[in-house]
């Protein structure tokens, strides 16, 4: 499950009463979740799938091809 707001104390009551009914721990801040990597930085928070691509060139055998562009149309 994953907690998130802009009111620590809210968070910090909702995982207490969360642990206490359910024996849940809290992991920590979070830096994978459902694939997608989480960077936080001072600016803000920073999506991005790069695990989940390396992962699936690894899979097809494609880790080691080339990029090329592809010709388009400029408008």
Known sequence: MLITGSNL??????????HFV?????????????????VRSGK???LS???YMLDLLHETNMINAKPFNLPTEEY
Do not use: A, T
């Open 22 to 38: 359910f024996h849940m721990k809290d992991l920590g801040e979070f830096r994978h979740l459902l694939g997608i990597e989480v």
């Open 9 to 18: 104390n809210h968070i910090n009551q909702l995982k207490e009463l969360l």
């Open 49 to 51: 799938q790069r695990k």
């Open 44 to 46: 803000g928070i920073f």
